[in-house]
């Protein structure tokens, strides 16, 4: 089993910043890509950013130029920066890791969230 803990989030006016973070721990062979997803009330989950094991990185289009996403591989641990945070990012930031298993195969896994609520 993984588990992925969350911390960082907040309330914080707008124009303000956040940096989340997200550390893995378990029975981890290798973790192919880590990255954050977000869930505002009434809407569905969606992807804000990935990072792949070899640095690859794609973000939504709303956040591109504001936030970064970035990787500590000897820690297993991602990172959110969050610069010019909006109103519409207000939601609950789940962090999620593929993990490669020995065996050849990948398990997804999902932290538990943290709420990131930014005022006008």
């Known amino acids: 089993q993984v588990q992925l803990v969350e911390s960082g989030g907040g309330l914080v006016q707008a124009g303000g910043s956040l940096r989340l973070s997200c550390a893995a721990s378990?029975?981890?062979?290798?973790?192919?890509?880590m990255g954050w997803f977000r869930q505002a009330p009434g809407k569905q989950r969606e992807l804000v950013a990935q990072i792949s094991s070899g640095g690859t990185i794609n973000y939504v289009d709303a956040v591109k130029g504001r936030f970064t996403i970035s990787r500590d591989n000897a820690k297993n641990t991602v990172y959110l920066q969050m610069n010019s945070l909006r109103p519409g990012d207000t939601a609950v930031y789940y962090c999620?890791?593929?993990?490669?298993?020995?065996?050849?195969?990948?398990?997804?896994?999902w932290g538990q969230g943290t709420q990131v609520t930014v005022s006008s």
């Open positions: 999620n890791a593929v993990v490669a298993t020995s065996g050849g195969t990948y398990n997804t896994y």
């Open positions: 378990g029975s981890i062979f290798s973790i192919h890509v």
